[in-house]
């Protein structure tokens, strides 16, 4: 974050860029990673005071676990911690009010794919500590650099690789005589059949990060990209683009629900959970209604317009 308008704190205080600088620069050969791994602070930060803003997560018991983690590192390491948690869906809005006024939060968990390369200038650069945690545990996954790198500088740590794929009713398909469902044409056939007789899809087309998330890795398994690989020019005019929106069009028209405009991220979860929809694109946490025989396409892809996974980033 900018350090023009510091928190005002009961403890001494540091600037968030500059605990941020001392906990992940090398203050005495420390660094965040270290400094996380030991548990121990460097003397620097005692005494100061570290804010982290965190989504509301929908397995409450995480939060418990998290608040006291962090509470008992700050007790042991003098420096006095708070946490706050609020809905993801508020996450962009605080970050552009707190970027905005200077103020706010040290650390912040945005769960998103665009918001890090959107707020770079607003963010410390954190090179350092990403080369570090990606020469001890083995490197990164490509998509993780893709996520937080702007001009060759890390501005936030990507933390887990989420797959998202097709997760279908197996009753209904096996009903209506629909093959498994390992290419996007086979979904579309799918969800044009099954939408009549009461199951649409859907897919969020609104303003969420599963939005975000979803309709670009169909993109994506059209052969479309966003940018050449160094970032420097937009590539998005293509063929390929073309090919994907016509497709998108016709998914939407033939075999979505229109409730998809005003979705958020578990829309899709509960539509999955009320019995109705056919099939949905998202995490294998979700389930169907009582005794539904749920599936999800693990067959690898073979073709341009099959199934993918996509990067999720923290």
């Known amino acids: 974050m900018s350090d023009l308008h510091p928190t005002p704190t009961e403890h001494a205080t540091v600037s968030r860029r500059g605990f941020l600088k001392v906990a992940g620069g090398g203050v005495a050969g420390s660094s965040l990673l270290t400094m996380l791994e030991a548990r121990q602070a460097p003397a620097q930060i005692k005494g100061t005071t570290l804010r982290i803003l965190q989504w509301s997560h929908f397995i ?12 008992e590192w700050g007790e042991k390491n003098g420096v006095k911690v708070r946490v706050d948690h609020i809905p993801h869906l508020d996450i962009p809005a605080r ?27 607003n963010l ?22 893709s996520l937080v790198e702007v001009e060759g500088r890390w501005y936030g740590l990507p933390i887990f690789y989420i797959l998202a794929p097709m997760l279908y009713r197996k009753d209904l398909f096996d009903q209506s005589n629909l093959k498994y469902p390992d290419t996007w044409e086979l979904a579309r056939v799918a969800a044009r059949t099954l939408k ?24 994506f398994s059209h052969g479309g990209t966003e940018a050449e690989p160094s970032g420097a020019s937009p590539t998005l005019d ?4 073309r090919e994907f929106l016509r497709f998108a069009k016709a998914l939407f028209e033939e ?11 578990a829309s899709d ?9 056919c099939w949905v694109h998202d995490a294998i946490r979700l389930t169907g209604p009582p005794r539904t025989p749920i599936r999800r396409c693990s067959r690898t892809p073979s073709s341009r317009s099959s199934l993918r996974g996509c990067p999720a980033s923290g």
Request: proline residues 4%; aromatic residues 14%.
């Open 196 to 219: 009549p007789k009461g199951h649409p899809t859907g897919i969020a087309l609104s303003q969420c990060a599963d939005a975000n998330l979803f309709w670009r890795s169909m993109f």
């Open 255 to 265: 075999g979505m629900t229109p409730e998809v405009f005003s979705w958020d991220d």
């Open 60 to 71: 409450p018991a995480y939060d418990a676990w998290y608040d006291k983690f962090a509470g």
């Open 124 to 145: 410390v650069d954190l090179s350092d500590v990403a080369d570090a945690a990606g020469k001890k545990y083995g490197g990164w996954i490509s998509s993780a650099r």
């Open 238 to 241: 293509s063929k390929e683009l």
């Open 269 to 277: 979860n509960r539509y999955l959970a009320s019995g109705v929809a």
């Open 95 to 121: 970050m552009a009010a707190e970027f905005a006024a200077g103020a706010g939060h040290d650390i912040i968990y945005n769960g998103s794919s665009i918001l890090t390369r959107l707020y770079y200038k």
